[in-house]
C-alpha cells in the first residue's frame, strides 16, 4: 500500500482514504460494467479537467470497449475550497456529439454544480446517450437532482487530494486519495 509520505507530501496529509489498489480494483469492476453497457456501440468518454485526467487515463485502460477520448475545461466561480454553480468554459469539445453515445468521466462530484451545468450543456447537443461515471461522491451531490450511473466511492464530507484532485494544484500526482492535515488549508 502507498504510504502517506509517498512523494514528500507526508507532513501535509492527514491520512490514505482510499489507497491505490483500492482505486484499480474499483476501476476495473466500474470498466466491466461499462463495457457490457456499451457492448457494441461506438462510446466517446470526456474527461473534465484538470481532475479527471488520472481517472480517463486509468479507466480507458481498463476498458475492452474501443473509445475515443475528449476533454473539457471548465471553471466554477469560487476560490479555495468551495464552488459556486456559474461555470464557463475554458476549453470546449473538438468534436460534435450529435448522435454519439458520450460518457462524462469525473474524479469527484461535490455540491454536483459543474455536473449539473455540463449534464444541461452536454444533452443540447443531441447526443445518442449521455451517462455519467464518478470516482468519487460527496453527500452533498444529492441535493441536486443529478442521475449518475456509475460511483466509485461515497465519501464523507472531507476536502481530499491526490489521483488528479488538487489544493491549490498540488497533490494531484499522489497515486491515491487522501485527506489533507488542517494546517495546509489553515485549519
Ligand atoms: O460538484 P462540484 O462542487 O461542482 O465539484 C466538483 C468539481 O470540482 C473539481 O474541479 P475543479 O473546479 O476544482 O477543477 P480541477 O479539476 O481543475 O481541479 C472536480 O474535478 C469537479 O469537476
Ligand atoms: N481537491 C478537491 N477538489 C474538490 N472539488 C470539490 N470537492 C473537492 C475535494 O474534496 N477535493
Ligand atoms: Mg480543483
Redesign the pocket.
Known amino acids: 500500500m502507498a504510504r502517506v509520505d509517498d512523494k514528500d507530501m507526508g507532513s501535509d496529509l492527514q491520512s490514505v482514504l482510499i489507497s491505490k489498489e483500492e482505486i484499480d480494483a474499483k476501476l476495473a469492476e466500474l470498466a466491466a460494467k461499462i463495457d457490457a453497457e456499451y457492448a457494441g456501440k461506438d462510446l466517446l468518454i470526456v474527461g473534465?479537467?484538470?481532475?479527471?485526467v488520472m481517472v480517463m487515463a486509468d479507466l480507458a485502460r481498463a476498458l475492452s470497449t474501443p473509445v475515443t477520448m475528449d476533454w473539457m475545461a471548465v471553471?466554477?466561480y469560487g476560490a479555495g475550497t468551495q464552488?459556486s454553480g456559474v461555470v464557463r468554459i475554458l476549453k470546449d469539445l473538438d468534436t460534435d456529439i450529435k448522435g454519439k453515445h458520450v460518457l462524462i468521466v469525473?474524479?469527484?462530484?461535490?455540491?454536483?454544480?459543474?455536473?449539473s451545468w455540463l449534464l444541461s450543456n452536454l444533452g443540447s447537443r443531441e447526443p445518442a446517450s449521455l451517462e455519467v461515471c464518478t470516482l468519487l461522491r460527496k453527500p452533498d451531490?444529492a441535493k441536486v437532482a443529478i442521475e449518475v450511473k456509475w460511483i466509485g466511492f461515497d465519501i464523507p464530507n472531507e476536502f481530499v487530494v491526490g489521483y488528479g484532485?488538487?489544493f491549490a494544484e498540488k497533490y494531484r500526482n499522489l497515486p491515491f486519495v487522501g485527506t489533507l492535515a488542517p494546517h495546509v488549508y489553515g485549519g
Open positions: 473534465v479537467l484538470k481532475g479527471a471553471s466554477s464552488s469525473e474524479d469527484i462530484i461535490d455540491s454536483g454544480l459543474t455536473l451531490a484532485l488538487d
